[in-house]
């Protein structure tokens, strides 16, 4: 504290944020502020997992108690009996990864130009992805579901793997793109200077290297992708059904609620890869890479 | 055997020239410096010869035969970088081994010859270990291990130590030093450090703007700089300007003579602070100056002095001379340069006043 | 990025257009299925059919406006984007400056569960929220048990859409919150007081320009996905007055009317281009800056 500070009165606000700043610390300090988090988050983030879980083991459960009445299995042999999500769930994962394998084909050689050659315009265009966010989505779906509604490709394959693809650019381009400019360059000289071709190099200096970043984002559009249910909602449907989009009629127009929460718990596969490869996730800054941050 | 020539080397970035007409022979297992501050070019220079950068004009020879039409991965050389370039996903073994394996060497031959390069820079033992698990002086090695299992007609060095501290540093030296001997390689080891220059080089090319300002076994460089530039950049060295008129050069009060043949008005004058000798009297060519400032250097002091009319100059003092700061002293230049605008320097080279005979310097 | 090509790449022509031809692929996907789209659109619904040739004509707009339903459902999607925006802050911020200040377990598990929801796709937190919000959900079950009987279910009103959208973006906003708090190194705020700062101008001039970029682009990604949402509205809300994103795909699906759903969604574009432009804006230069760092 300087001396022309004591002298001088403190306006009054002063007292106000050092004060909150105080009660933040105190709060902190006696883990209050922390606690009363913790109990909420557990109770609004947990409970409705929470439910989902016990139901798609329940046979019979009956208000009010905590748990189940019943507990059982039998619901599941029930559930993947029906055809329609026999059908839509190989069906989600083929259509997933084949995204992500068109979105690997086209944005990983362009992520490779916009970290390493030179030309016009690099930094604008790469930043133009950022367009992928930048519209309230589904009023883009609309605008495209439109002009595929005059293509005729509403309810056609090629028409939800399209609109699909959008989604996965921005993060197929950007994280791709940052690993390249973070391999230091005179590594690969030094391959080259040992003796190795162009290719070599890439192939075993350049891409090793990268690889973590690659996986991280393929695994991010698969999984996105997986879940994307929007743009195959407006563009797929009457005849493409995918998983998620099966679950709004599961959640809309099923008396047994069984059958959601199992579909539920099955969908969460891919997420909980994510979840255990969490930390990793974080650290490479890939999970927000998605919204251009 | 190895010789490299340079013929007439040029390279322009745009308009800019970062290295333009460098021409020089490396004899086999000579070990040359290029010495010159950064963004003089000699980076440049190293990485055309390593491939990296292609010449505007001029020719790289190697045993006579041109290699600027190769590419870096088939030019026999082999370079160590400046910053630690070990690949981190590979462990020592396979760092040392890849440019082996790419030869298709036999298992047993790759096996014997990395454990015979990491025993040339006392890393054996280390095969297993990955790069994040060596301290950077043992990168370095490795990378330099890296570089000669290979066998290289030329090795090339891009101020490999600059990113080590300084006892490292001269430790890394001396072992480079002794391995260059052993294998009676040839190589060219940029750097912008003079006493690493000085150290290891038979010969050193000073590089300044993309040029070579000279080129000459260190001692030569030290004790006749070719150039204002060579003199400035090498050792410590008093530079003063004057103007010359009849057979003299007037600096402050005192005029030295110079040789024949100076035509230019304005001349420099280059004393190195060892050439300057303390008397013990008045003399009419030493000058009368004080002392600003001491410097204690361990075996030696160092002193700057206050000279009326001249920027203040620099002196090595014994330590048996007793001075002490804002003490009076008359020095004498015994040896000096005199160099005219752009030309080579003239030598003049005198014996100690016989007047002053009881000498303190 | 600029800074990591040496100079001996020198941009040749022929290495430029190969760079292009890198880039081209995804470019022409974003233009093809983004730009023009609600280029086209925006075109379309200001045109008319004036015997046979085209003409300019508002009158799709002043339709939307005139009618009751439409105007309703645009304002109720402002009211829910408004009051939710608010409710994430007035949640986010506490929890961001907690997790910036507060070390140990607590403050671990505080943010794992706070991280927690960027784990479960939208369709599953919709079926999730049902089985707990809903009647006779579970947290009805545990509030009777408790003895509380007056619960009313928030399913299907809007307060169910704020709660789940709340809970959809309390991660990505704590994350980017977190981490531009996380810029702001304690020695920086040290050194204003030592020269003199009092804590409101350490407040103003200090942190607020450091954390102004994360709150932007938290600010305008929420206001984006809320305004441009479709699955929490259309499974959890009322089914009069509707979000946007519900009646544009009413409008589209159920009704077959593709001109109105077109100027229902150039409508949301319009809202939402300043927001879009100030996010890409925001994300740009915070990129520039990293870069010169």
């Given at each position: 504290m300087s001396a022309q500070q004591l002298a001088v009165p403190p306006p009054p606000i002063d007292g106000f944020w050092s004060g909150t700043r105080r009660s933040f610390q105190t709060m902190i300090r006696r883990n209050g502020f922390g606690l009363i988090a913790l109990v909420l988050l557990a109770l609004v983030i947990l409970g409705?997992?929470?439910?989902?879980?016990?139901?798609?083991?329940?046979?019979?459960?009956?208000?009010?108690?905590?748990?189940?009445?019943?507990?059982?299995?039998?619901?599941?042999?029930?559930?993947?009996?029906?055809?329609?999500?026999?059908?839509?769930?190989?069906?989600?994962?083929?259509?997933?990864?084949?995204?992500?394998?068109?979105?690997?084909?086209?944005?990983?050689?362009?992520?490779?130009?916009?970290?390493?050659?030179?030309?016009?315009?690099?930094?604008?265009?790469?930043?133009?992805?950022?367009?992928?966010?930048?519209?309230?989505?589904?009023?883009?779906?609309?605008?495209?579901?439109?002009?595929?509604?005059?293509?005729?490709?509403?309810?056609?394959?090629?028409?939800?793997?399209?609109?699909?693809?959008?989604?996965?650019?921005?993060?197929?381009?950007?994280?791709?793109?940052?690993?390249?400019?973070?391999?230091?360059?005179?590594?690969?000289?030094?391959?080259?200077?040992?003796?190795?071709?162009?290719?070599?190099?890439?192939?075993?200096?350049?891409?090793?290297?990268?690889?973590?970043?690659?996986?991280?984002?393929?695994?991010?559009?698969?999984?996105?992708?997986?879940?994307?249910?929007?743009?195959?909602?407006?563009?797929?449907?009457?005849?493409?059904?995918?998983?998620?989009?099966?679950?709004?009629?599961?959640?809309?127009?099923?008396?047994?609620?069984?059958?959601?929460?199992?579909?539920?718990?099955?969908?969460?596969?891919?997420?909980?890869?994510?979840?255990?490869?969490a930390q990793?996730l974080l650290r490479g800054g890939y999970l927000t890479a998605?919204f251009g941050v | 055997?190895?010789?490299?020539?340079?013929?007439?080397?040029?390279?322009?970035?745009?308009?800019?020239?970062?290295?333009?007409?460098?021409?020089?022979?490396?004899?086999?297992?000579?070990?040359?410096?290029?010495?010159?501050?950064?963004?003089?070019?000699?980076?440049?220079?190293?990485?055309?010869?390593?491939?990296?950068?292609?010449?505007?004009?001029?020719?790289?020879?190697?045993?006579?035969?041109?290699?600027?039409?190769?590419?870096?991965?088939?030019?026999?050389?082999?370079?160590?970088?400046?910053?630690?370039?070990?690949?981190?996903?590979?462990?020592?073994?396979?760092?040392?081994?890849?440019?082996?394996?790419?030869?298709?060497?036999?298992?047993?031959?790759?096996?014997?010859?990395?454990?015979?390069?990491?025993?040339?820079?006392?890393?054996?033992?280390?095969?297993?270990?990955?790069?994040?698990?060596?301290?950077?002086?043992?990168?370095?090695?490795?990378?330099?291990?890296?570089?000669?299992?290979?066998?290289?007609?030329?090795?090339?060095?891009?101020?490999?130590?600059?990113?080590?501290?300084?006892?490292?540093?001269?430790?890394?030296?001396?072992?480079?030093?002794?391995?260059?001997?052993?294998?009676?390689?040839?190589?060219?080891?940029?750097?912008?450090?003079?006493?690493?220059?000085?150290?290891?080089?038979?010969?050193?090319?000073?590089?300044?703007?993309?040029?070579?300002?000279?080129?000459?076994?260190?001692?030569?460089?030290?004790?006749?700089?070719?150039?204002?530039?060579?003199?400035?950049?090498?050792?410590?060295?008093?530079?003063?300007?004057?103007?010359?008129?009849?057979?003299?050069?007037?600096?402050?009060?005192?005029?030295?003579?110079?040789?024949?043949?100076?035509?230019?008005?304005?001349?420099?004058?280059?004393?190195?602070?060892?050439?300057?000798?303390?008397?013990?009297?008045?003399?009419?060519?030493?000058?009368?100056?004080?002392?600003?400032?001491?410097?204690?250097?361990?075996?030696?002091?160092?002193?700057?002095?206050?000279?009326?009319?001249?920027?203040?100059?620099?002196?090595?003092?014994?330590?048996?001379?007793?001075?002490?700061?804002?003490?009076?002293?008359?020095?004498?230049?015994?040896?000096?340069?005199?160099?005219?605008?752009?030309?080579?320097?003239?030598?003049?080279?005198?014996?100690?006043?016989?007047?002053?005979?009881?000498?303190?310097? | 990025?600029?800074?990591?090509?040496?100079?001996?790449?020198?941009?040749?022509?022929?290495?430029?257009?190969?760079?292009?031809?890198?880039?081209?692929?995804?470019?022409?996907?974003?233009?093809?299925?983004?730009?023009?789209?609600?280029?086209?659109?925006?075109?379309?619904?200001?045109?008319?059919?004036?015997?046979?040739?085209?003409?300019?004509?508002?009158?799709?707009?002043?339709?939307?406006?005139?009618?009751?339903?439409?105007?309703?459902?645009?304002?109720?999607?402002?009211q829910v984007t408004l009051i939710t925006l608010a409710a994430i802050f007035i949640l986010c911020f506490p929890l961001a400056i907690y997790l910036r200040f507060a070390t140990g377990k607590l403050a671990g598990a505080v943010q794992v569960l706070a991280l927690f929801p960027l784990f479960v796709?939208?369709?599953?937190?919709?079926?999730?929220?049902?089985?707990?919000?809903?009647?006779?959900?579970?947290?009805?079950?545990?509030?009777?048990?408790?003895?509380?009987?007056?619960?009313?279910?928030?399913?299907?009103?809007?307060d169910?859409?704020i709660f789940g959208l709340v809970w959809e973006s309390i991660p990505f906003t704590v994350l980017v919150l977190t981490a531009g708090l996380r810029q702001i190194s304690d020695s920086l705020i040290e050194s204003a007081r030592d020269v003199g700062a009092n804590s409101w101008q350490i407040f103003w001039r200090i942190i607020l320009p450091q954390i102004a970029r994360p709150v932007l682009i938290v600010f305008s990604l929420n206001f984006l996905g809320i305004?441009?949402?479709?699955?929490?509205?259309?499974?959890?809300?009322?089914?009069?007055?509707?979000?946007?994103?519900?009646?544009?795909?009413?409008?589209?699906?159920?009704?077959?009317?593709?001109?109105?759903?077109?100027?229902?969604?150039?409508?949301?574009?319009?809202?939402?281009?300043f927001i879009?432009?100030l996010y890409v804006r925001t994300v740009a230069t915070q990129r520039k800056r990293e870069e010169s760092e």
């Amino acid at each position: 504290m300087s001396a022309q500070q004591l002298a001088v009165p403190p306006p009054p606000i002063d007292g106000f944020w050092s004060g909150t700043r105080r009660s933040f610390q105190t709060m902190i300090r006696r883990n209050g502020f922390g606690l009363i988090a913790l109990v909420l988050l557990a109770l609004v983030i947990l409970g409705p997992l929470y439910s989902v879980v016990l139901w798609a083991f329940a046979e019979r459960w009956q208000y009010p108690s905590l748990i189940p009445q019943v507990f059982g299995l039998s619901f599941w042999e029930r559930t993947f009996a029906r055809a329609d999500i026999a059908e839509a769930l190989p069906f989600s994962i083929v259509l997933a990864a084949t995204v992500t394998l068109i979105s690997a084909v086209i944005c990983l050689p362009a992520s490779y130009a916009f970290a390493r050659m030179k030309f016009r315009g690099r930094q604008l265009l790469l930043l133009s992805f950022l367009a992928t966010n930048a519209f309230p989505r589904f009023g883009l779906y609309i605008s495209i579901a439109v002009i595929f509604f005059r293509l005729n490709l509403i309810g056609t394959l090629p028409g939800v793997i399209l609109i699909q693809l959008v989604n996965t650019l921005l993060l197929m381009i950007w994280i791709p793109t940052a690993a390249f400019q973070g391999v230091d360059r005179s590594l690969e000289e030094a391959a080259l200077d040992v003796g190795a071709s162009p290719l070599r190099v890439f192939v075993q200096i350049t891409l090793p290297m990268v690889m973590p970043a690659l996986s991280a984002a393929l695994l991010l559009t698969f999984v996105n992708t997986f879940y994307e249910a929007q743009g195959a909602l407006v563009v797929g449907l009457p005849r493409i059904v995918t998983m998620p989009v099966l679950m709004y009629s599961l959640i809309n127009s099923q008396l047994i609620v069984q059958y959601g929460a199992i579909v539920s718990l099955v969908l969460w596969a891919p997420s909980l890869i994510l979840l255990i490869l969490a930390q990793r996730l974080l650290r490479g800054g890939y999970l927000t890479a998605g919204f251009g941050v | 055997m190895a010789i490299l020539d340079l013929v007439r080397l040029d390279k322009h970035f745009g308009s800019v020239a970062a290295v333009s007409d460098v021409a020089f022979t490396v004899s086999d297992g000579e070990f040359m410096c290029i010495l010159g501050p950064s963004g003089c070019g000699k980076s440049t220079l190293l990485r055309m010869i390593a491939g990296f950068e292609t010449p505007t004009g001029g020719d790289i020879r190697i045993d006579g035969d041109s290699i600027v039409a190769l590419g870096a991965n088939r030019r026999p050389t082999a370079m160590v970088f400046q910053k630690y370039t070990l690949w981190p996903h590979m462990k020592v073994f396979d760092n040392i081994g890849f440019g082996l394996q790419l030869r298709r060497l036999p298992r047993a031959e790759i096996k014997r010859k990395v454990e015979e390069s990491l025993a040339l820079v006392s890393l054996s033992g280390y095969e297993e270990r990955y790069p994040a698990q060596l301290s950077g002086g043992q990168q370095q090695r490795v990378a330099l291990a890296r570089a000669l299992v290979l066998e290289p007609k030329i090795l090339l060095l891009d101020e490999p130590f600059s990113s080590l501290d300084a006892i490292l540093r001269v430790r890394l030296r001396e072992e480079l030093h002794r391995i260059q001997r052993r294998l009676n390689i040839t190589a060219i080891f940029v750097t912008h450090d003079q006493e690493e220059a000085l150290t290891l080089a038979d010969r050193i090319a000073v590089m300044n703007s993309g040029r070579i300002e000279q080129i000459a076994a260190p001692a030569d460089i030290y004790a006749n700089p070719a150039s204002l530039f060579v003199a400035d950049f090498i050792g410590a060295m008093n530079l003063l300007e004057g103007e010359a008129s009849g057979r003299q050069v007037r600096l402050g009060a005192v005029a030295l003579p110079t040789p024949d043949g100076i035509a230019a008005r304005q001349v420099t004058v280059a004393i190195r602070p060892e050439d300057l000798v303390v008397l013990d009297g008045p003399h009419p060519e030493a000058w009368s100056c004080a002392v600003e400032q001491i410097s204690d250097l361990g075996h030696y002091r160092r002193a700057v002095l206050e000279v009326p009319q001249l920027p203040p100059m620099k002196i090595y003092l014994p330590k048996s001379l007793s001075v002490q700061e804002r003490a009076a002293l008359h020095v004498y230049p015994r040896r000096y340069l005199i160099y005219e605008n752009g030309g080579a320097p003239r030598e003049v080279s005198r014996p100690l006043p016989a007047a002053a005979a009881a000498l303190l310097g | 990025m600029t800074a990591a090509a040496p100079p001996q790449s020198s941009p040749s022509w022929r290495k430029g257009i190969i760079a292009y031809l890198m880039v081209a692929p995804p470019l022409l996907l974003m233009i093809l299925l983004i730009f023009i789209p609600a280029l086209q659109s925006t075109a379309r619904t200001l045109t008319i059919d004036v015997n046979g040739e085209p003409g300019f004509s508002i009158s799709r707009y002043t339709a939307f406006f005139q009618d009751p339903i439409s105007v309703s459902n645009l304002f109720f999607t402002f009211q829910v984007t408004l009051i939710t925006l608010a409710a994430i802050f007035i949640l986010c911020f506490p929890l961001a400056i907690y997790l910036r200040f507060a070390t140990g377990k607590l403050a671990g598990a505080v943010q794992v569960l706070a991280l927690f929801p960027l784990f479960v796709p939208g369709i599953i937190l919709a079926y999730a929220l049902i089985r707990f919000l809903g009647t006779r959900g579970t947290l009805d079950n545990v509030l009777s048990i408790v003895g509380f009987t007056g619960y009313r279910t928030p399913y299907l009103k809007p307060d169910a859409i704020i709660f789940g959208l709340v809970w959809e973006s309390i991660p990505f906003t704590v994350l980017v919150l977190t981490a531009g708090l996380r810029q702001i190194s304690d020695s920086l705020i040290e050194s204003a007081r030592d020269v003199g700062a009092n804590s409101w101008q350490i407040f103003w001039r200090i942190i607020l320009p450091q954390i102004a970029r994360p709150v932007l682009i938290v600010f305008s990604l929420n206001f984006l996905g809320i305004f441009g949402s479709y699955t929490i509205p259309y499974l959890l809300g009322p089914a009069a007055p509707q979000m946007m994103g519900v009646f544009m795909q009413q409008t589209f699906g159920q009704y077959r009317r593709p001109d109105d759903a077109e100027t229902q969604a150039v409508i949301t574009f319009i809202i939402c281009a300043f927001i879009g432009f100030l996010y890409v804006r925001t994300v740009a230069t915070q990129r520039k800056r990293e870069e010169s760092e």
